[in-house]
């Protein structure tokens, strides 16, 4: 059957991961996260096999490190100006294209999808997609004092895709949350309260959406984190488990100090059989979306996504299968809300016996910036091959707002063999309402709280943020350090709960109402 793709099929035959744990080394090394993909690279190339060389390679796309995304994660020890030639220099490729992708989870996946395009359209014969951090190493050597040299500058071509869509609205980057955890306990608490949990049931209920990932993560060689952890491990405070803010403990989001990185080998059918790549290793994509939703503050349901379930049901649909269909499943979670929403929209129930995660997903494997997902990939590849089996990646960026999905599978069957249609693969966001927003300088008297979260911090006072809504039903966000209000909201869930608003440092600011 293999013989039967078109030459321009874009297919998946080589990854490669690369795992670096300080704990393992006297002295540790230190690496710079492009040395980190290169090894990953030189892994997919020679798990690719054939003749395959980094010569062959026309294309090289990078994900956008964390240090290049957002101020919180700047690294002080330089960087390399052109990704993609770090990695090219290493291996010894010369790539007519170099790309380092914007900002998102979803990344991977889209530059899967961008080059295949770019293969089935002939522009291209084979792509390495890549991507890496080294935050372990920069925060030790942080922690330490020790200086490091990290710069590499070329003068390349690149195409370098900094982020200029809008991923939050104004009101939300003046809200004072400051992490994805904010605003993602927002989306969690809301989801809470609409299932009818108090926050202790909902942690529990977290935590044994967690702890069948962690079990996975034990038994990945790949994993950064070793430990199995238990449901109860995961809502307890103790063994560093802090609580980051309401209803979030350390152990139940994503864990970005990791030195990981993973690369896939794209390549055309036609290629493949120059360079004599076995067609034991070849994995296609049956069905692929993306698409991008409203920011979290004005969607007609904050604790969901409506383009999410679109992307999901979307890609099933290209791949003409269902949820049912997928043996293997990778969801992305970055946070408990991001599985239960995707699983949710999949119709997958709590007892479905499949593991939702290949890796061990971003609380226990790593949380590799950008690039977990590209881990989701390069596991799934390897463990679809010589089987029947078919799986699904799904990956999620912003705030539950970017969203993409694949299937894939190694079992060629007629309905895969025209080359998929890669010039439509954007899925609209459906969310047509129109949320109003309060206008800025003109405090509400008065409001509803819709969703909440208390942000706990070490050096400065706990502080509740609410994302509220006024008598008209227009939103807005305010806060407050005021012990009491604090305590009454760390007390009782402040869901439905009518506040009084002022204005203070062009700030909202409130109290419970009496």
Same mark, same amino acid.
């Given at each position: ?6 030459? +321009?099929?874009? &297919?998946?035959?080589?990854?490669? !991961? ?9 002295? @540790?090394?230190?690496? @710079?996260?492009?040395? $980190?993909?290169?090894? %990953? ?17 026309? %294309?090289? %796309?990078?994900?956008? $490190? ?24 290493? $291996? ?37 997609? =890549?991507?890496?951090?080294? /935050?372990?190493? !920069? ?38 949350? *400051?992490?994805?955890?904010?605003? *993602? ?21 977290? =935590? ?11 038994? +990945? ?9 238990? =449901?109860?491990?995961? &809502? ?87 949820? !049912? ?13 991001? #599985? ?9 129930? =709590? ?38 089996? !078919? ?43 129109? &949320? ?12 509803? &709280?819709?969703?909440?979260? /208390? ?22 966000? %305010? ?14 869930? @402040? ?5 009084? #608003? ?5 700030? *909202? ?6």
């Amino acid at each position: 059957m293999h013989q039967q793709l078109p030459d +321009n099929t874009p &297919i998946l035959v080589g990854a490669g !991961q690369y795992t670096e744990h300080l704990n393992k080394q006297d002295a @540790p090394s230190l690496h @710079p996260p492009m040395e $980190l993909a290169a090894r %990953a690279c030189s892994a997919a190339i020679a798990d690719a096999g054939g003749t395959l060389l980094a010569t062959d390679i026309d %294309a090289i %796309a990078v994900i956008r $490190l964390f240090s290049d995304s957002a101020p919180l994660w700047a690294c002080p020890f330089g960087r390399s100006n052109n990704p993609p030639q770090s990695i090219a220099q290493r $291996l010894g490729a010369n790539p007519k294209k170099r790309i380092y992708s914007n900002v998102g989870g979803n990344s991977p996946l889209q530059l899967l999808a961008e080059l295949s395009g770019a293969i089935a359209r002939g522009d291209i014969d084979c792509a390495l997609v =890549a991507g890496a951090e080294a /935050i372990a190493s !920069q925060r030790h050597a942080q922690r330490s004092g020790k200086e490091l040299d990290w710069a590499e500058n070329y003068d390349h071509p690149l195409d370098s895709r900094e982020y200029t869509e809008r991923f939050a609205a104004p009101a939300e980057l003046a809200s004072d949350m *400051y992490l994805p955890a904010h605003y *993602y306990a927002l989306i969690e608490n809301l989801r809470a309260h609409q299932q009818g949990n108090d926050e202790q049931s909902h942690r529990q209920q977290m =935590a044994r959406l967690l702890t069948p990932l962690s079990e996975v993560a034990g038994d +990945n060689p790949f994993a950064y984190f070793y430990q199995d952890h238990k =449901a109860e491990d995961l &809502i307890s405070d103790a063994n560093g488990n802090y609580a980051l803010c309401v209803p979030y403990n350390k152990l139940m989001v994503a864990q970005d100090a990791v030195n990981q990185a993973a690369a896939i080998v794209l390549i055309s059918a036609g290629k493949a059989r120059e360079l004599g790549i076995d067609p034991d290793k070849w994995v296609l994509q049956l069905g692929y979306a993306e698409g991008n939703d409203n920011c979290l503050f004005e969607r007609s349901d904050p604790g969901t996504s409506q383009a999410m379930q679109a992307v999901m049901s979307t890609a099933l649909q290209r791949a003409n299968c269902s949820q !049912q269909d997928m043996d293997l499943l990778d969801i992305y979670s970055c946070f408990p809300c991001a #599985v239960e929403a995707v699983r949710d929209a999949l119709g997958i129930t =709590a007892d479905d016996p499949r593991p939702l995660t290949v890796t061990g997903g971003l609380p226990f494997f790593g949380g590799p910036g950008n690039n977990y997902s590209m881990h989701a990939l390069a596991e799934m590849v390897t463990k679809l091959r010589n089987t029947t089996k !078919q799986g699904l990646v799904t990956a999620n960026g912003g705030q539950l707002s970017k969203h993409a999905a694949v299937v894939l599978s190694a079992n060629v069957q007629e309905r895969a063999i025209s080359v998929l249609d890669y010039s439509e693969l954007d899925v609209a966001a459906i969310d047509t309402s129109t &949320i109003e927003t309060v206008p800025e300088c003109s405090a509400p008297v008065a409001g509803t &709280i819709l969703t909440y979260t /208390i942000i706990f911090e070490r050096k400065r006072d706990d502080m509740v943020v609410v994302l509220a809504h006024d008598t008209k039903g227009a939103r807005f966000f %305010a806060s407050s350090v005021d012990q009491v209000t604090v305590t009454q909201a760390k007390d009782h869930s @402040p869901i439905g709960k009518d506040i009084e #608003v002022w204005a203070e440092e062009d700030k *909202y600011k409130f109290k419970f109402r009496v």
